[in-house]
C-alpha cells in the first residue's frame, strides 16, 4: 500500500522558473491538500481539493496553481518561482472533510523546495 | 475559524505525563477539536480527535471542559521518541488550519 507520496523530494529551481510538484495517492480519497511549512509558521493551507475538477483557495494561494483532473493525482505549480517560496511543501488526503470530525488527513513525506 | 493558542514549546523528561493545552475561545458548535504531532523532516500524523469530554486512544488522551473554549492534550509517560511538534486544530469546514504548534523535547 503505497499511501501518499510526492516528488520529487528535493528540488533546487532559479527565480522566474516555473516548478510543478507532483503528489499521488492511492486511496481513492475526495479531498487534498497542499500546505506549505515555513520556520516560524508552522502549516500554511495554499489550496485543496474537494474532489476531481473541484479546487478551492487556502490561506496563501498566491502564485500557485493546482488542477484535479484525477482523484488521485494533485499537482501543485509554481507559475514564476520567487525566493520567498522557498519551503517544504506537504501534501495530504482524506476520504471526507478532515475537519468535520469524520476523517483525518494523512500527509506525504514533503518537497523540499529551494529558490535561488 | 475559530483560533487556537497553545504554548510555544514545553519540556518534559521520560516517563512523566504530559498537558497541552490549547485555547480555542471562538470555537463554534460543530467544530471537532483535533490534535496532529509532526516529527522533522515528516508530515503531520493524526494524533486524537474529540468533541467533548474525554477521549482516549492507545497513544493519547482528549480532555474537553463543558464550554470547549480550550482542550487539553496528555501524553501518558512520555518518552524520547515522543519530542515533537504538536497542534491543535479546531474547525467543521473542509479545510484545516495549522498554529505554529507547540514544540515538545523530552529529555532523558
Known amino acids: 500500500d503505497a499511501g501518499i507520496t510526492q516528488s520529487p523530494r528535493y528540488k533546487i529551481t532559479e527565480t522566474g522558473r516555473q516548478v510543478t510538484l507532483m503528489c499521488h495517492q492511492t486511496?481513492?480519497?475526495?479531498?487534498m491538500f497542499w500546505y506549505r511549512q515555513d520556520l516560524g509558521h508552522g502549516l500554511r493551507l495554499i489550496y485543496y481539493?474537494?474532489?476531481?475538477?473541484?479546487?478551492d483557495k487556502g490561506e496563501v494561494p498566491d502564485g500557485y496553481v493546482v488542477s484535479r483532473s484525477k482523484t488521485e493525482n494533485f499537482p501543485l505549480t509554481l507559475e514564476s518561482a520567487t525566493r520567498s517560496q522557498t519551503s517544504v511543501y506537504f501534501c495530504?488526503?482524506?476520504?471526507?472533510?478532515?475537519?468535520?470530525?469524520?476523517?483525518?488527513?494523512?500527509f506525504g513525506p514533503g518537497t523540499r523546495l529551494t529558490v535561488l | 475559524l475559530a483560533k487556537t493558542t497553545q504554548p510555544i514549546s514545553m519540556d518534559s523528561y521520560e516517563g512523566q505525563e504530559v498537558n497541552i493545552t490549547c485555547s480555542h475561545n471562538?470555537?463554534?458548535?460543530?467544530?471537532?477539536i483535533t490534535w496532529y504531532q509532526q516529527f522533522p523532516s515528516q508530515g503531520p500524523r493524526f494524533i486524537i480527535q474529540?468533541?467533548?469530554t474525554k477521549v482516549t486512544n492507545e497513544v493519547a488522551s482528549l480532555f474537553i471542559p463543558a464550554d470547549r473554549k480550550s482542550s487539553t492534550l496528555s501524553l501518558p509517560r512520555v518518552s524520547l521518541s515522543d519530542t515533537a511538534v504538536y497542534y491543535c486544530?479546531?474547525?467543521?469546514?473542509?479545510?484545516?488550519?495549522f498554529g505554529t504548534g507547540t514544540r515538545l523535547q523530552v529529555f532523558p
Open positions: 471562538n470555537i463554534a458548535t460543530n467544530d471537532y
Open positions: 486511496w481513492s480519497h475526495s479531498y
Open positions: 481539493s474537494a474532489a476531481a475538477d473541484i479546487t
Open positions: 486544530l479546531v474547525d467543521n469546514t473542509d479545510k484545516l488550519i
Open positions: 495530504a488526503s482524506s476520504f471526507s472533510s478532515g475537519g468535520s470530525g469524520t476523517d483525518t488527513q494523512y
Open positions: 474529540g468533541y467533548k
